[in-house]
C-alpha cells in the first residue's frame, strides 16, 4: 500500500461557521431534554412507572403508533409513488393539501376528524348506519387521529426519496419484461428503502407525541384512548406533575431507544 | 425476419423523421452528433417513447402503428437494451440482475439462476455472478448488462453509446468482445454511437443521423470514402467540399476552381485527405496543381503532426510536419498557399 | 351512614350497573376521579369512565356524535353551546363553582398585595387568555374591579398559568381557587375580595341518546349529592 493511501485523510477540521450554529441547535434541543431529567422525581420514578395506569398508557401507546406506522406505509408509499411518478392533473394540489396537517393544530385536525369520521358526520354517519362502527372513543379512532398527523412525513420523505432515483432503472426493467408491479416490488422499492424507513421513524415518533387531535376526536380514556401524552396531561390536571414528567421521559426513553437502533440503517441507507 | 421502422417525433425545436431497416443478424450502427436524435430513435424502438407518426414492424409483430392506434409497450415486445452507464440494478448481485428479467416473466428463482449462470460462463464472467454492480470494472458491468438483456431471447438489441463509459485504454479490447458478441446474437441490432471508429468497427452497416434526419447510410467503406456531409468528412477525416462539375473543373466554394482527375458534370462532392495537402508561403507553380490562397485558422498537435485549419475560398485542413511549420514560420493570421494534386482529389456525385 | 350507601338504599328497586361515560372538564380531573372511585365502590357492577379535556373540545365530541352519557363542564357558555347543538337532555345544573384566586410564587418576590399591583409594569403577569373559561372570568373580576392589567403572557390552558407561577416564571397570575390547592406550597394566595362576585358555574348535563341514562341519572345525583359535594369542597369549589 502506498502511503498516500495509507494515511488518514486530510486533516478534517470543522470549520467554525458550521461549528457553532450546530452547537446552538445540539443546546436547543438538548437543555430542555436537561430541564426535564433536573426536574425527574428520580427516586419515585421505579413506583411511578411500575403502576398499572403508565404500564397500561405505554402498551397503548407502542400499539398505536406501530399500528399507524405501518398504515401510514402501506397507503403512503403508493400514494408518494402516485406524485412523484405519475402526470396525474392536480397532483400539485393533492400534494399541498397532504402537508396541510404538518401546519394545522393539531386540535383543529381533531375537530375536523370529528366532522368527517363522527358518529354524526361525513362518512362516520354512513360507517355507523352500515356497519354500527363509530370510530370516536376507540382505540382505532387513536390510530386514525395519529395517521391524520403523521402520514404527511412518510409521503414527503418518500416522494422525495422517488423523486432523486432514476426513473431509466424502471425504463430498464420495462424492457427486460417486468410489469409496473414487479418493478415497483423489486426495483423502485428498494431502491427508496432508505427513504421509506426514515419516513417511518418520523412518522412513528410524530404518532408516539400526538396529543391534540388524540384528545379531541378520541377521548382520553384509560385503557382504550389515553396514550402517554393524554395521561401526562391527566397527571398535570391532577396535581401531580411529577408523574407527568416521568411519563415524559418514559417517551423520550422509548424514542431513543428505537431512534438509536434503528440509526445504523436510517443514516448508512443500506 | 428484420426491423422495419419509420419514425416521427416532433418536439418544440426539434423534429426527428427516419426510415430505419435492420435484418435479422446485421448490426447497424447509428451515428451522429450529439443532439441528432439517435437515442430518441431508440427509446420509440424500445417503447419508452411514442412516436406522433409511424409504424415499426419486428419479425412480422407490429409493435407501434399511429394510424391504427397500435402501441405496444416495453415490456411486450422482444426488445433488449444496454444503455450508456448501464444501469445495473444496484441492491442485486450479477447474477440476479441477469436472472431478472427470467424472473419477471415468470421462470421460477432456480431455474432463471442456472440459465443465468450459462449466460455468465458464455461472457466469460462466471466468476463476478455474486459481485454487487459497485465492485464491477466498466468493462465487466458491460458484459453483465449484455447478458441481462440477452438472456430474454430479443429479437432486438439497442445499445445506446455502450463504450462511452469505458475509460481509452480498456476500449479497443471491449470493442472487439462486443463485435465478437454481436456477430454471435441473431437477432437485428443497432447501436447508438457518436464515436465513429466505434461505428466502423461494430457495424455492418452505418446510418448517418443529422439534426433529425438521414444524410447518408452505407457500408462503412463507402462512408469513408465519400463522405456527404461535413460532419462524415470531419468524422473520416478528410476536406470534403461541394460544387459544380464542368469537365476537368469543379467550382467550388466561393468561385474557386479546382481540377479533377477526370472528367465530371453537374453537382459534386469533392474530398482529399489534410495529407494531401501542401504548404507554402508563395503562390506554387507547378504540375496539375490546385492552389488557393488562405490564412492560418488554428495550429495544433495532431499525432506526429501538426494539423493546419485554413481559412479561405476554400476552407481547409492540412497536416504538415511540424519542420515545416517551423520553416514557414506558421501562426494563425499568417498568410499561406494551399496546394493539392488533381491525382489525389477523389470526385463523386453529390 | 355516608352518602353512597343512602343513594344505594333509595334504588333498591333499580339495579344500577353498567358503564357511565363521563365527559369532564381538566379541572375536575382529581375530583370526579375520587368520585368514580366511591360509587364504584358502592356499586360492584357499576363503571364510571371518565374522559378529561378541555370543555370546548369535549362538546365538540358530543355534538359530532359521540357516545357519551354526561357531560361537566367548567362554565355555562361551553355548555350553552352544547344545549344549542341540540346534544343536551333535559336541563344543565349547576354542581360546581369555582372562584378566582391571585396566586404568587413562594415567597412572593414581586410583592404583591392586590389585583391593582397586575398594573405595575415591571411585574411579570399571567393571564388566561379569554377565549378559555379561567380567562373570560378574570375579564369579568378585572372589568368590575375597574383594574387594568398588563399580562405579560396569556395562557392557553390554567394549567400552564399556574405552572409559570410555581416555577417561578411569572411573580403573579390569576388561577382558580381549585388549582392554587393542587399546587400547595409552591404558591401562595392573596384573597382577592372582588373574586367572590366573578363566579365560574360548572354545569352538568345528561347527553341526549346516551347509551347508560339510568345510571347516568345516579351519577348526576351523586356530584350533586353529599358524596360529590364533600369531594369538590375538598379540592376548593364552592357549593351551586
Known amino acids: ?270 | 425476419m428484420s426491423l422495419r421502422a419509420r419514425i416521427v417525433v416532433r418536439r418544440e425545436s426539434f423534429r426527428l423523421g427516419v426510415t430505419l431497416g435492420v435484418d435479422a443478424g446485421q448490426v447497424v450502427a447509428l451515428l451522429g452528433p450529439n443532439g441528432a436524435g439517435k437515442s430518441t430513435v431508440l427509446a420509440a424502438l424500445a417503447g419508452l417513447l411514442r412516436p406522433d407518426e409511424g409504424r415499426i414492424v419486428l419479425d412480422d409483430v407490429v409493435l407501434v402503428d399511429t394510424e391504427r392506434g397500435v402501441h405496444l409497450p416495453p415490456q411486450r415486445r422482444q426488445v433488449g437494451m444496454v444503455v450508456q452507464d448501464y444501469l445495473l440494478f444496484p441492491h442485486m448481485s450479477a447474477l440476479e440482475n441477469v436472472a431478472f428479467g427470467l424472473r419477471a416473466r415468470g421462470t421460477p428463482r432456480e431455474a432463471a439462476h442456472v440459465e443465468a449462470m450459462a449466460w455468465l460462463d458464455r461472457m466469460g464472467a462466471d466468476a463476478l455472478s455474486r459481485r454487487r454492480p459497485r465492485e464491477l470494472s466498466g468493462g465487466q458491468a458491460q458484459r453483465i448488462a449484455l447478458a441481462r438483456a440477452l438472456v430474454v431471447r430479443p429479437r432486438l438489441l439497442l445499445l445506446d453509446e455502450p463504450l462511452a463509459a469505458l475509460d481509452a485504454g480498456t476500449r479497443p479490447v471491449v470493442r472487439a468482445d462486443l463485435r465478437r458478441h454481436l456477430k454471435a446474437f441473431d437477432g437485428c441490432t443497432v447501436v447508438v454511437t457518436h464515436d465513429p471508429l466505434e461505428a466502423l468497427v461494430l457495424g455492418d452497416r452505418i446510418v448517418v443521423l443529422e439534426h433529425g434526419t438521414i444524410v447518408q447510410e452505407g457500408p462503412p467503406g463507402e462512408l469513408a470514402r465519400h463522405p456527404r456531409t461535413d460532419y462524415v468528412a470531419r468524422l473520416v477525416g478528410l476536406n470534403l467540399l461541394r460544387g459544380e462539375a464542368h469537365g476537368q473543373v469543379a467550382t467550388v466554394g466561393a468561385d474557386a476552381a479546382v481540377a479533377l482527375a477526370h472528367e465530371a458534370a453537374g453537382p459534386v462532392h469533392v474530398a482529399f485527405p489534410p495529407s494531401a495537402v501542401t504548404l507554402s508561403l508563395h503562390r506554387p507553380h507547378g504540375s496539375a496543381r490546385n492552389t488557393w490562397p488562405g490564412r492560418v485558422a488554428d495550429v495544433e498537435q495532431h499525432g506526429d503532426l501538426v494539423r493546419i485549419t485554413v481559412d479561405g475560398p476554400v476552407p481547409l485542413l492540412a497536416d504538415v510536419t511540424p519542420l515545416a511549420v517551423a520553416e514557414l514560420a506558421l501562426a494563425p493570421g499568417s498568410e499561406v498557399w494551399s496546394a493539392v494534386k488533381a491525382t489525389e482529389v477523389a470526385v463523386y456525385p453529390a | 351512614m355516608d352518602a353512597a350507601s343512602s343513594a344505594a338504599e333509595s334504588r333498591t328497586t333499580v339495579e344500577v350497573r353498567g358503564t357511565v361515560t363521563v365527559l369532564a372538564a381538566a379541572s375536575l380531573t382529581g375530583s370526579f376521579e375520587q368520585l368514580g372511585d366511591r360509587l364504584e365502590e358502592a356499586y360492584p357492577g357499576l363503571d364510571v369512565v371518565f374522559s378529561f379535556g378541555p370543555s370546548s373540545g369535549l362538546v365538540e365530541q358530543v355534538i359530532a356524535g359521540a357516545p357519551a352519557d354526561l357531560l361537566a363542564t367548567a362554565d355555562t357558555r361551553t355548555m350553552a353551546a352544547a344545549v344549542e347543538g341540540g346534544v343536551v337532555e333535559g336541563e344543565p345544573v349547576v354542581f360546581a363553582r369555582n372562584t378566582l384566586t391571585l396566586v404568587v410564587p413562594a415567597g412572593n418576590p414581586g410583592d404583591v398585595h392586590g389585583l391593582d399591583d397586575l398594573g405595575r409594569e415591571e411585574l411579570r403577569v399571567a393571564l388566561c387568555e379569554p377565549q378559555v373559561p379561567c380567562g373570560a372570568a378574570t375579564e369579568r373580576l378585572l372589568e368590575t374591579g375597574g383594574i387594568q392589567a398588563e399580562p405579560d403572557t396569556l395562557a392557553t390552558d390554567v394549567k400552564e398559568a399556574t405552572a409559570l407561577v410555581s416555577l417561578g416564571e411569572v411573580d403573579a397570575a390569576v388561577v382558580y381557587v381549585t388549582d392554587a390547592v393542587t399546587e400547595g406550597d409552591a404558591v401562595e394566595t392573596i384573597e382577592v375580595p372582588q373574586a367572590a362576585e366573578v363566579v365560574n358555574d360548572y354545569p352538568v348535563a345528561l347527553v341526549r341518546g346516551g347509551p347508560n341514562p339510568e345510571a347516568a341519572r345516579l351519577v348526576v345525583e351523586a356530584i350533586i349529592g353529599d358524596l360529590g359535594q364533600g369531594i369538590l369542597a375538598e379540592a376548593g369549589f364552592l357549593g351551586p
Do not use: H
Not at chain 1, 421509506?196 to 396529543?211: D, I, N, Q, S, Y
Open chain 1, 1 to 270: 500500500m502506498s502511503p498516500a493511501t495509507a494515511a488518514r485523510p486530510a486533516d478534517a477540521r470543522v470549520p467554525v461557521g458550521l461549528l457553532v450554529p450546530s452547537l446552538v441547535g445540539l443546546a436547543l434541543m438538548l437543555l430542555p431534554l436537561a430541564g426535564l431529567a433536573a426536574r425527574a422525581p428520580w427516586t419515585r420514578l421505579p413506583d411511578i412507572l411500575g403502576s398499572e395506569d403508565v404500564l397500561t398508557s405505554l402498551r397503548l401507546s407502542l400499539a398505536t403508533s406501530t399500528v399507524t406506522t405501518v398504515l401510514c406505509v402501506a397507503c403512503g408509499v403508493p400514494l408518494a409513488w402516485l406524485l412523484a411518478r405519475t402526470t396525474l392533473p392536480g397532483r400539485a394540489i393533492l400534494r399541498g393539501l397532504i402537508t396541510v396537517p404538518l401546519v394545522l393544530p393539531p386540535v383543529i385536525g381533531g375537530v375536523a376528524l370529528l366532522v368527517a369520521f363522527g358518529r354524526t358526520g361525513l362518512v362516520g354517519e354512513w360507517l355507523y348506519e352500515t356497519f354500527g362502527l363509530s370510530l370516536p372513543f376507540t382505540t382505532a379512532g387513536v390510530v386514525v387521529a395519529q395517521s391524520f398527523v403523521a402520514m404527511p412525513f412518510l409521503v414527503v420523505a418518500v416522494e422525495g426519496a422517488l423523486r432523486t432515483t432514476d426513473r431509466r432503472f424502471e425504463d430498464v426493467a420495462a424492457t427486460l419484461g417486468a410489469s409496473g408491479w414487479t418493478t415497483f416490488r423489486r426495483v423502485t422499492l428498494p431502491s427508496v428503502a432508505p427513504g421509506v424507513l426514515a419516513g417511518a421513524v418520523l412518522c412513528w415518533a410524530r404518532a408516539l407525541g400526538e396529543f391534540g387531535a388524540t384528545i379531541t376526536f378520541a377521548g382520553s380514556f384509560p385503557g382504550t384512548t389515553q396514550t402517554l401524552p393524554l395521561a401526562a396531561y391527566g397527571a398535570i390536571n391532577r396535581g401531580d406533575a411529577e408523574t407527568a414528567i416521568g411519563l415524559s421521559l418514559v417517551m423520550v426513553a422509548v424514542s431513543i431507544a428505537i431512534l438509536v437502533t434503528l440509526r445504523k440503517r436510517w443514516v448508512s441507507g443500506r
